[in-house]
Nanobody
Framework: QVQLVESGGGLVQAGGSLRLSCAAS????????MGWFRQAPGKEREFVAA????????YYANSVKGRFTISRNYAKNTVDLQMNSLKPEDTAVYYC?????????????????WGQGTQVTVSS
């Protein structure tokens, strides 16, 4: 059993930066990968980035590549998402999720534990 809590969302102007954090607790040794997903109003949830829990391999959606960086904070047991050069199109509720079975994935259904989400709003 894994529990996830997101934080760090807020309002930022286009071109600005924001850092999200996802705190993991519970049976964290069972986690293979952590992912960030987002859902904009009226849109389906989409993949943003993922990182291996132990190996720290990373993967990014093309829409955020070069602007977002996913990383682990081992001391705090968190996965962070540094978002730079933000665009209004990045406005969404951002969710972190844990994948238990081996293998990296961008598919929402492959992630079994989810946080409650944090709102990110980018103004123009």
């Amino acid at each position: 059993q894994v529990q996830l809590v997101e934080s760090g969302g807020g309002l930022v102007q286009a071109g600005g930066s924001l850092r999200l954090s996802c705190a993991a607790s519970g049976f964290t040794s069972s986690i293979y990968a952590m992912g960030w997903f987002r859902q904009a109003p009226g849109k389906e949830r989409e993949f943003v980035a993922a990182i291996g829990w132990s190996r720290t391999n990373t993967y990014y959606a093309n829409s955020v590549k070069g602007r977002f960086t996913i990383s682990r904070n081992y001391a705090k047991n968190t996965v962070d998402l540094q978002m730079n050069s933000l665009k209004p199109e990045d406005t969404a509720v951002y969710y972190c999720a844990a994948k238990i079975p081996p293998g990296m994935s961008t598919l929402e259904e492959q992630y079994t534990s989810w946080g409650q989400g944090t709102q990110v709003t980018v103004s123009s």
